[in-house]
């Protein structure tokens, strides 16, 4: 970048020096030319016809259509290419703008540069390509937190409903005994009823933000979190947990178990919830936030405690991040949770993006039949229509214009780190998708969507298909597809749609459903066994809430 900027310096100075030093007129024999043109174009039609020259041949690629097919993006649904033109062109000038000094310098200048990214939608391509090239924490964190923008986050507050009772108001909860950490849990409450409602609600919803690990809060989710509270009713928590690098693996994750602890052994008191039993709790994340979903659940069951177990009645993961070692290629165990889930599903259409694919690959050539170029009546077996798919998603869509490889790998090396000696395929807490078969016969129902078009559309599939199989092994007579996983896979759409909402208006569709999948969770949760007020004493050995240590944190209402 230095040497970039020293080649424009140095060539615009040369050429500054030539046109004031030289010959006013030109090199020799260029006179007769500037009187031609002088006598024909004021200054100003000069200027005009230079720019347009100048714009023409920079352009003469497009012009003769010589510009490279970007075949892989035809995958993507017409209005989901929109909003991710839209989004690319926003990353482009935020990123053009991220070290520019006074902070509102910068951030009025993130604007303009997008305004015209938006109308140069190639040039917002190749500069996000260029920083993709090189990511890092901070360029991650501007693409993310565009919506910190407070220009931009002032109008979306202006569209945005509001919520009667409280929208991302703050509270701190005080860790458990047993959490070996010192610094209060950041909550944030959102609930449309009034807050004097609030101590007498049975259910909750825990919310934990995506983010790549390293980025984003829950106020950066605020269009999908009050369209949750309006249509619920219900109390929405959302945690603000502290972030990787500066916080690595696995301070988050324990973060997360020690507010929902808290809130078993407080009885939902420090959530502003007064009961003698805990509250009934659905945990739902999205990308990161489904990682930290599933291995919360997951240290959850670890820990044997019944009295936490109990009140989590579903996990709701919108495109999970549930497998963070590089998967390039899948063998036959893989292959065979596809294939079972299609049939589960009934969905032919998990593996119809990945063919559409290899076509826009192979778009223009007719590869030739193998059973054609052997000796006749050699037995010969076509091993593709054994495997439908050898290569995971995160190859398959490498250059995905949301989460391109570049930046998912980034931000799981921040998260995890690479000398910690941390299993990143095998530790259940780290990849809960390869979480031990016992481990996941005891999870609450599931609802998991994904995008066909996601990097990450293999860990919805393959996880969903391991929920399946081992609850069969453990209750044959259950109605697996109906009970207890609940999956939609959203054709032509790629990752992080719950934050287009303002530009990809199908997200309200989708709001609407997960928002069902809440209320659906807890009315199937209602018939079933929980434990008594006195079960809860005795399992946490505690007849009383620990008042010193535990209290309203909306004293109040």
Request: proline share 7%; aromatic share 12%.
């Amino acid at each position: 970048m230095a040497e970039t900027r020293t080649r424009v310096i140095t060539v615009a100075f040369f050429w500054y020096l030539l046109s004031v030093l030289g010959p006013r007129s030109g090199p020799p024999g260029f006179e007769r030319f500037n009187r031609w043109a002088t006598r024909r174009f004021t200054a100003w039609q000069l200027s005009i016809l230079t720019l347009v020259g100048y714009y023409v041949v920079r352009n003469i690629d497009a012009i003769l259509n010589l510009h490279p097919k970007l075949a892989r993006h035809k995958i993507y649904e017409p209005r989901f290419e929109t909003a991710v033109t839209i989004m690319t062109a926003m990353t482009a000038g935020f990123m053009t703008a991220k070290s520019m000094r006074p902070k509102f310098i910068r951030d009025l200048a993130s604007l303009v540069f997008a305004g015209y990214y938006i109308f140069t939608p190639d040039h917002a391509m190749e500069k996000v390509r260029k920083f993709n090239e090189n990511p890092s924490v901070e360029g991650i964190r501007t693409s993310f937190e565009i919506m910190d923008n407070p220009y931009l986050d002032f109008i979306g507050g202006l569209m945005r409903p509001r919520l009667r009772g409280a929208q991302g108001m703050v509270f701190y909860v005080p860790r458990p005994k047993s959490s070996v950490y010192l610094a209060p849990v950041e909550l944030e409450l959102w609930y449309d009823k009034p807050l004097t409602e609030l101590k007498s609600e049975k259910k909750i919803i825990f919310h934990i933000h995506g983010g790549g690990f390293i980025s984003n809060t829950p106020r950066l989710h605020a269009d999908s979190l009050t369209a949750w509270a309006r249509q619920t009713q219900l109390p929405i928590i959302a945690i603000n947990y502290r972030r990787a690098p500066e916080y690595p693996f696995p301070y988050a994750v324990d973060e997360c178990f020690d507010a929902y602890t808290a809130m078993v052994e407080s009885r939902g008191l420090c959530f502003g919830v007064k009961s003698k039993v805990p509250p009934r709790v659905v945990i739902t994340g999205d990308s990161a936030g489904g990682n930290f979903s599933a291995v919360l659940m997951i240290k959850i069951i670890m820990s044997g405690n019944k009295a936490l177990r109990d009140p989590v009645d579903a996990l709701v993961l919108t495109y999970p991040a549930l497998d963070l070692s590089p998967v390039g290629c899948y063998g036959e165990r893989e292959m065979e949770f596809f294939r079972q889930e299609a049939g589960d599903d009934r969905d032919t259409g998990i593996f119809e993006t990945r063919t559409e694919v290899v076509d826009l690959y192979k778009s223009g050539v007719h590869p030739v039949s193998m059973e054609h170029l052997v000796v006749a009546g050699t037995p010969y077996v076509d091993v593709n229509k054994n495997t439908p798919l050898s290569l995971s998603s995160r190859v398959l869509f490498m250059s995905d214009r949301v989460i391109p490889a570049e930046g998912l790998y980034v931000m799981v090396i921040m998260y995890i780190g690479t000398d910690r000696g941390i299993d990143f395929h095998n530790d259940p807490l780290v990849s809960p998708l390869w979480a031990s078969d016992e481990l996941l016969a005891q999870f609450p129902r599931c609802y998991v969507t994904c995008g066909t078009c996601d990097p990450l559309v293999d860990d919805t599939v393959i996880f969903t298909s391991r929920l399946r199989n081992a609850r069969r092994a453990k209750n044959p007579k259950l109605n697996i597809t109906e009970d207890i996983i609940r999956t939609r896979l959203v054709k032509g759409v790629s990752h992080g749609f719950l934050q287009f909402d303002t530009i990809y208006p199908e997200t309200k569709s989708i709001y609407k459903m997960i928002g069902s999948w809440f209320l659906d969770a807890f009315e199937r949760s209602e018939q079933e066994s929980r434990l008594t007020v006195q079960e809860y004493r005795e399992i946490l050995d505690t007849p009383k809430v620990d008042t010193y240590r535990y209290n309203n944190p909306f004293p109040g209402y």
